[in-house]
């Protein structure tokens, strides 16, 4: 009970001073910007940690909103040159405002009507991206896109850039913590367990339902601006089906009723992309290989988790930790 | 004094008139009990009373407010709490956590405060852990409180729910065949339970096949048979009412056949 207890507060501590010294050992700026990527994926899938590991609603179309947040922090700074922290607040807000508007109707219909509406709305949006040339540049993309600021402080070495990210997805994960912790996080849950029982509890299924949808889609908008501002660029291919599935897929193999786990599942899918970078002596044939089939791999973990670890990485961890109590 | 009026109550499904033109009293302080053979419409009326199913016709005075049209949360805020045939626990949440959500109906704090721990979320918070503590000690299963409800036994499950719905802090408490599934133990024990409950003040509804159980415990008792009330009495006047006798026969015979 006590050594559960002392592991629950050092682990926290232990990844907090491991991923606070990254950029003091890792040197080389392309490493950086992949553990700046991972970052920003971490930022999105706590949202959906939330979302489906929590409340158990699935989406299939965040890259949507990852967009959205992308394309309205290219705007707000190129076009309209607003202060950097303006347009990144305003980026998470209209993916909030997104979310309100695709959750509001689909989640008061009974059953899978949100994972059809999320899908039906990526695919629009990924559509929109490119047809929408005047605002979003189409095919082509949208470049030119400044360096996060703080105020007057321009951040624009990798190592900095680094940290602001990773500081976001702190103030994230300690926000989601208390949520989860706390009685919107025994409404999630609740209504994950058996809405009939929430029901009788009086908790408002919808309510919390379209509360925790907005909140994902805020952190996936928060997400997609730190993205374009971080490589200055986006373009309609990123934000499609197979990112929303590989989003999925992190949460999903992070496991359920978790925030470690889908942070860990995070981190660890962006960096299977990178393999070549990760380790050096790898073949060139073995990277290129895993990296073409990276969609299959993603796949792959959803139905491996699914069929033989429903609860993913974070049920196993506590399975261990169960066993290990009882011994 | 009259708590609940159940005045001329129909539900339809399709061609099946599943409660017909039923109409009773629950008085305050009693437990009531609702029994009558298999598809007699004993669980419709229930949802029908909760919100859960919007009857047909008839009216639902709750302490005098019309309870029909209103969705389940707002029948709990009113102040009448259900239990479910199946128990409808949150298996990966502990017993403790479980009664936790049961003091949602009466919490306001969401997202914002919560995200920020300020102390308004926090003293929330600890209310319901103080009043799961309390209402688990009330009913004698404190011992349960850290047990994931997935572990929990058939007879502590049904427990946990009945002090899940107390915590909703009800009136008037519904329980949908509360015996169901358990051993003559467990349910000397649920006995006890509802008699502590019923003595806290708060009036019992309550749906159960256990005839010992229901003939022990309920002060009145409205028999249902295909979705009609035919008799409604205190327990030794239903024991010899003929209406009943042949309704609960004719059951008998149609499973023997």
């Known amino acids: 009970m006590m050594r559960g207890r002392t592991l629950r507060v050092l682990a926290p501590l232990a990844a907090l001073v491991i991923v606070a010294v990254v950029p003091l050992v890792v040197t080389d700026r392309f490493l950086l910007k992949i553990f700046t990527f991972a970052g920003i994926n971490a930022l999105v899938v706590t949202g959906l940690a939330l979302l489906f590991g929590y409340a158990g609603q699935v989406s299939l179309g965040h890259a949507a909103f990852v967009g959205l947040g992308a394309y309205t922090c290219a705007f707000c700074t190129v076009r309209l040159e607003w202060p950097w922290l303006?347009?990144?607040?305003?980026?998470?807000?209209?993916?909030?405002?997104?979310?309100?508007?695709?959750?509001?109707?689909?989640?008061?219909?009974?059953?899978h009507y949100l994972a059809m509406a999320t899908l039906g709305f990526g695919l629009l949006m990924t559509l929109a991206f490119v047809e929408a040339e005047p605002i979003t540049g189409g095919v082509d993309g949208f470049g030119g896109i400044p360096f996060p600021a703080l105020g007057p402080i321009e951040i624009?070495?990798?190592?900095?850039?680094?940290?602001?990210?990773?500081?976001?997805?702190?103030?994230?994960?300690?926000?989601?913590?208390?949520?989860?912790?706390?009685?919107?996080?025994?409404?999630?849950?609740?209504?994950?367990?058996?809405?009939?029982?929430?029901?009788?509890?009086?908790?408002?299924?919808?309510?919390?339902?379209?509360?925790?949808?907005?909140?994902?889609?805020?952190?996936?908008?928060?997400a997609g601006a730190l993205y374009a501002s971080v490589v200055g660029f986006v373009s309609?291919?990123?934000?499609?089906?197979?990112?929303?599935?590989?989003?999925?897929?992190?949460?999903?193999?992070?496991?359920?009723?978790?925030?470690?786990?889908?942070?860990?599942?995070?981190?660890?899918?962006t960096l299977i992309q990178y393999l070549d970078a990760l380790i050096p002596g790898i073949p060139r044939a073995t990277a290129q290989t895993l990296q073409s089939y990276q969609e299959d791999i993603y796949g792959l973990a959803i139905v491996l988790v699914v069929v033989f670890a429903p609860g993913g990485l974070a049920s196993m961890w506590r399975r261990r930790a169960r066993g290990g109590q009882a011994s | 004094m009259t708590l609940l009026q159940v005045r001329n109550v129909t539900k339809r499904f399709g061609g099946l008139t599943a409660v017909d033109d039923v109409s009773f009293d629950v008085f305050e302080g009693t437990i009531k009990a609702l029994i009558g053979p298999n598809g007699a419409g004993k669980s419709t009326l229930f949802n029908a009373l909760t919100g859960f199913d919007r009857p047909d016709h008839g009216s639902v005075l709750f302490d005098g407010a019309e309870l029909v049209g209103r969705r389940p949360r707002d029948t709990v805020r009113a102040g009448v709490a259900r239990t479910f045939q199946n128990t409808q626990l949150f298996d990966e949440m502990t017993a403790g956590e479980n009664v936790m959500v049961g003091r949602q109906a009466h919490q306001s704090r969401g997202f914002a405060t919560a995200m920020l721990r300020l102390p308004v979320a926090i003293a929330e918070d600890r209310e319901a852990r103080d009043e799961a503590g309390r209402l688990l000690r009330l009913i004698g299963i404190e011992e349960w409180l850290d047990t994931p409800a997935a572990d929990l036994p058939a007879g502590i499950r049904r427990l946990v729910e009945i002090a899940r719905a107390l915590a909703t802090k009800p009136r008037l408490l519904l329980l949908d065949e509360p015996a169901a599934g358990l051993n003559t133990t467990e349910t000397r024990e649920l006995v006890q339970t509802l008699f502590r409950v019923r003595d806290t003040g708060i009036t019992v509804g309550i749906v159960e096949h256990d005839m010992g159980l229901v003939m022990d415990v309920s002060d009145e008792i409205v028999v249902l048979d295909r979705g009609r009330k035919i008799a409604e009495g205190p327990p030794r006047m239903i024991q010899k009412d003929p209406a009943v006798i042949a309704a609960y026969l004719g059951e008998e015979a149609d499973e023997d056949a």
């Open chain 1, 86 to 111: 303006l347009a990144f607040v305003v980026s998470g807000a209209l993916a909030a405002v997104g979310g309100l508007v695709l959750a509001l109707p689909s989640l008061r219909l009974k059953g």
């Open chain 1, 156 to 222: 624009r070495e990798a190592s900095s850039l680094y940290w602001l990210v990773w500081a976001i997805v702190g103030i994230a994960l300690v926000a989601a913590f208390n949520v989860t912790s706390m009685r919107p996080g025994r409404a999630m849950r609740a209504l994950h367990g058996s809405e009939l029982g929430a029901q009788a509890c009086g908790v408002d299924i919808v309510g919390v339902k379209v509360r925790t949808f907005v909140v994902s889609a805020l952190l996936a908008g928060l």
């Open chain 1, 236 to 269: 309609p291919s990123v934000f499609t089906l197979t990112a929303s599935i590989a989003f999925l897929a992190m949460a999903v193999l992070g496991g359920t009723g978790s925030l470690a786990g889908p942070l860990a599942a995070a981190v660890l899918l």
